[in-house]
């Protein structure tokens, strides 16, 4: 079965600071994977997804995340974190024959220090 | 106005109650689905449907049935309500145009608390 696993429950970097929050996938065959931003109090909303089309993708809000097939590895990362960037962040894999479900991991809170 | 609405936003009932969570959407996608989201867990699929008469269970259904009234609404009941139960409770919506990658719109949640 696919999963997703997210390194870390909590990440806290200062304003300014390289923001790098991990996600690796298990899967037989290369899926399609998001991520997730959940501000306090609301809903989910997308930053951004690899649908194969290129390694490196970019989202709203000056993320971006690499896919590395070699490390199973789908990490999101903004050069520099702003205090609105506090967030739960939740990284997600759907099967490519099964795209509409969408397998969620654990979730990283992102702490972002003035 | 909010594309995926969710009522009510905020509910207290006790063991035993039936309780019914609503949601709508103005997004006219056809797919529509009801997580949990429990600290630590991520979101975890209860139900999910593909149209009014395709409804499907998701990993974690037992408990939890769901009606599709119309494209949409789509609605999540607990029978009766166990503790284990308190959670925050999202519904979300697809639209199958973007063929197999399909982006999923949430609603605001709702916050389920069984005493």
């Known amino acids: 079965a696919q999963s997703v696993t997210q390194l870390g429950s909590h990440v806290s970097v200062s304003e300014g600071a390289l923001v790098l929050l991990r996600c690796n996938y298990s899967s037989s065959v290369p899926p399609y994977l998001f991520w997730y931003v959940q501000y306090p109090n609301q809903g989910l909303q997308l930053l951004l997804k690899?649908?194969?089309?290129?390694?490196l993708v970019k989202g709203i809000n000056g993320f971006e995340a690499e896919f590395k097939k070699s490390e199973t590895s789908f990490h999101l990362t903004k050069p520099s974190a702003h205090m609105s960037d506090a967030a739960e962040y939740f990284c997600?894999?759907?099967?490519?024959?099964?795209?509409?479900?969408?397998?969620f991991g654990s979730g990283t809170r992102l702490l972002v220090r003035p | 106005d909010a594309d995926v609405t969710q009522t009510p936003r905020n509910r207290i009932t006790k063991t035993g109650k039936r309780i019914m969570l609503e949601c709508s959407q103005t997004k006219g996608h056809d797919r529509m689905y009801w997580y949990r989201q429990d600290p630590g867990l991520g979101l975890r699929l209860i139900y999910y449907?593909?149209?009014?008469?395709?409804?499907n269970k998701g990993e974690i259904s037992d408990g939890y049935s769901v009606s599709r009234q119309a494209q949409a609404k789509f609605s999540l009941s607990l029978e009766s309500a166990i503790p284990n139960q308190t959670a925050l409770y999202f519904c979300?919506?697809?639209?199958?145009?973007?063929?197999?990658?399909?982006?999923?719109?949430f609603g605001p949640g709702t916050r389920l608390t069984v005493l």
């Open positions: 690899y649908t194969s089309a290129a390694t």
């Open positions: 997600a894999v759907s099967p490519y024959d099964s795209s509409y479900k969408l397998i």
């Open positions: 979300a919506t697809s639209d199958t145009t973007q063929g197999v990658t399909d982006t999923q719109y």
């Open positions: 449907s593909f149209d009014v008469k395709d409804i």
